[in-house]
């Protein structure tokens, strides 16, 4: 009995020894799967990160740059010695790479046997013009020079740049000249600077008029004004026009500066005198007043003794 007791009990210690070096072997294999399942998968990533970051890019689609604008320059080549007075036209496009007075000059030489020309190039200063049509500045000598000019309402003026760095702008009449020092042009900088354009006078008819009273006749005054200074307001042309019409024309106004009478026709609580404008068609009411509204050239306005709603606003 003692053996069997012994012998079952090293029987049960062998079954569970086996039973935990088989779960030992399963989770050794578990482990080792899984670690290459992970490997594989972290493996397979890096290489679509790879990927995704290397692939080429697709070609970028090519738009055409827009179709330039042209600008036209006029060219004038003048020299008083020989009375030599010629004209040219060019034309350059204006978004590409705009190109300079010297550059344009030489596209016209290669189209018009008429012109040529030769310079001379100074490191700092770049090229000037040193013949015209075989014709040589002298300085030493005779103090002649060719000057490159700009001419505007048939004033030239000195450029501040030479003719290999100016960039010309649409519509712009150039010049070379061959002058004599010492002369009277000026520089294109100083002559805008003193340059004033002429006034620009605007004509204004307004006309007086009353549907409600005997006492005042229609009347129609014309006024002038300089535009270029300060545009006026109507009540400021009104007290220019008493001014010089006080016997025919007599105003007054409140405190609003609201027209309360003209001549000796009062405004009244039922009719008003109205700022109006006229065209071909009809009146209709300028809403700002006579102490607003400022009149433009030509404007046909009148002043009229109604009510307020007799006409649609303009």
């Not at 399942?37 to 290489?47: G, K, Q, T």
């Not at 179709?67 to 008083?80: A, K, M, R």
């Not at 006492?215 to 004004?225: C, E, G, K, Q, T």
Request: charged share 20%.
């Amino acid at each position: 009995m003692g053996k069997k007791g012994g012998c079952s009990c090293q029987t049960a210690l062998l079954i569970v020894a086996g039973v935990i070096v088989v779960g030992m072997a399963f989770f050794v294999v578990g482990f080792l799967v899984s670690q290459y399942v992970l490997s594989s998968d972290s493996d397979s990533d890096a290489a679509a990160v790879v990927t995704r970051t290397t692939h080429a890019p697709s070609a970028a689609s090519t738009t055409p740059p827009p179709s330039g604008s042209l600008i036209s320059i006029v060219f004038t080549f003048e020299n008083i010695v020989t009375n030599d007075k010629r004209e040219f036209r060019a034309t350059t496009d204006f978004n590409t790479t705009r190109k300079t007075a010297y550059e344009i000059m030489r596209d016209i030489e290669k189209t018009d046997t008429r012109f040529r020309f030769t310079t001379q190039e100074h490191k700092a200063f770049g090229h000037y013009v040193t013949h015209v049509r075989g014709v040589k500045s002298d300085w030493d000598a005779e103090k002649t020079y060719w000057a490159f000019l700009k001419r505007t309402d048939g004033v030239d003026c000195t450029l501040s740049q030479g003719v290999s760095s100016y960039i010309p702008a649409d519509g712009e009449h150039l010049v070379l000249s061959l002058v004599k020092s010492p002369n009277n042009l000026k520089s294109c900088a100083s002559l805008a600077k003193t340059t004033t354009p002429p006034p620009e006078m605007i004509t204004i008819v307004y006309t007086v008029e009353s549907n409600h009273s005997t006492n005042a006749a229609d009347a129609v005054f014309p006024a002038s004004l300089t535009w270029n200074t300060p545009r006026k307001i109507f009540l400021q042309i009104m007290e220019d026009v008493q001014a010089a019409n006080h016997t025919s024309f007599r105003f007054g106004v409140d405190a609003n500066q609201t027209v309360t009478v003209i001549q000796s026709s009062l405004a009244t609580a039922d009719v008003h005198w109205m700022l109006l404008y006229r065209n071909a068609t009809s009146d209709c009411t300028i809403t700002e007043g006579v102490s607003v509204y400022i009149p433009a050239n030509n404007d046909h306005l009148v002043l009229s003794l109604e009510e307020p709603d007799a006409h649609l606003r303009c």
